[in-house]
């Protein structure tokens, strides 16, 4: 199985944008990989495939022995993402909805930010959210804050997320990821 990434940075007239975009023609495809819940003994299950101009991240949620939920990650790196104020993503999906993760720390009972990827019925849907808008989480529970710039400046992990603890089949079809 081909786990996909395209990192483009490109930088035009004192605008630089940080570029994921998926699909045959990208460098790197082999950088993102799936995590599920049998890390924690859950049975859900998740594979990725590559179509000619996006990812596709498809599967099954299982609530069975405490499980719940199924993830696409980029390796640990890292991603200052300071210079930037907003996220674009280009997407379709269906049967549940997912959250763009941005991740600070290795250890996973630490906290995130996320913010939410509602199901589209499978229809394209071009989403920009300000990063100061991204919710703190810990396991998925909601905190208090958004992340600053100092913040920003230390993410090592990005990654997509099931986020409706529901045993259900999830389909989430990615064209495009970029900061700016």
Request: with cysteine; proline share 3%; net charge negative.
């Amino acid at each position: 199985m081909k786990y996909l990434l395209a990192l483009l940075i490109t930088t035009t007239m004192n605008t630089t944008t940080l570029s994921f975009n998926f699909g045959t023609s990208c460098d790197n495809c082999d950088d993102w990989f799936v995590v599920l819940d049998g890390v924690m003994g859950g049975l859900s299950t998740g594979e990725v495939e590559q179509s000619a101009e996006s990812i596709i991240f498809r599967g099954s949620v299982s609530l069975e022995n405490n499980g719940g939920f199924a993830s696409l990650r980029t390796p640990y790196q890292s991603y200052d993402l300071s210079p930037y104020t907003k996220v674009t993503v280009r997407y379709k999906s269906t049967g549940q909805d997912f959250a763009l993760t941005l991740n600070k720390y290795k250890r996973f009972w630490r906290p995130n930010y996320r913010i939410n990827l509602p199901i589209t019925e499978g229809e394209w849907k071009t989403v920009t959210y300000n990063l100061s808008d991204f919710g703190t989480y810990r396991l998925g529970e909601p905190l208090e804050g958004h992340p600053d710039k100092d913040d920003l400046a230390s993410i090592i992990r990005l990654g997509l997320i099931s986020n409706t603890k529901a045993a259900t089949d999830f389909e989430i079809e990615v064209d495009k990821i970029v900061f700016e």
